[in-house]
């Protein structure tokens, strides 16, 4: 079972960016569908964007035009590079995977959706 590492958060002011990065353990990571997520204090967990195996990407309504996530397969490693962050994007972010293709209806559909996941990272953005 592949594990994943995140790293890259931290704190920053509306308008700034910031780049998250996701290591996984294994050279394995094309094989998987891979997503962020974010969860702020109170609220339920929040798919951000997605890759499925066969190319498919989704980003949440609220993050589309600001934020673009990607992967190095060479490196074994997913990013979300973050810009124009608003004070609500504020939240412990995760990565997140699952074996194989998540049907593209379903990349954001909620964490259950995805079995193996890092420690979260946390974004704090300031107005």
């Known amino acids: 079972q592949v594990q994943l590492v995140e790293s890259g958060g931290g704190s920053v002011q509306a308008g700034g960016s910031l780049t998250l990065s996701c290591a996984a353990s294994?050279?394995?990571?094309?094989?998987?569908?891979v997503a962020w997520f974010r969860q702020a204090p109170g609220k339920q967990r929040e798919g951000v964007a997605a890759?499925?195996?066969?190319?498919?990407?989704k980003y949440a309504d609220s993050v589309k035009g600001r934020f673009t996530i990607s992967q190095d397969n060479a490196k074994n490693t997913l990013y979300l590079q973050m810009n124009s962050l608003k004070p609500e994007d504020t939240a412990m972010y995760y990565c997140?995977?699952?074996?194989?293709?998540?049907?593209?209806?379903?990349?954001?559909?909620?964490?259950?959706?995805?079995?193996?996941w890092g420690q979260g990272t946390q974004v704090t953005v300031s107005s």
């Open positions: 294994r050279n394995t990571i094309d094989r998987y569908s």
């Open positions: 890759f499925s195996v066969g190319g498919y990407t």
């Open positions: 997140a995977a699952r074996f194989g293709r998540v049907d593209f209806r379903r990349l954001l559909s909620g964490p259950n959706e995805y079995n193996v």
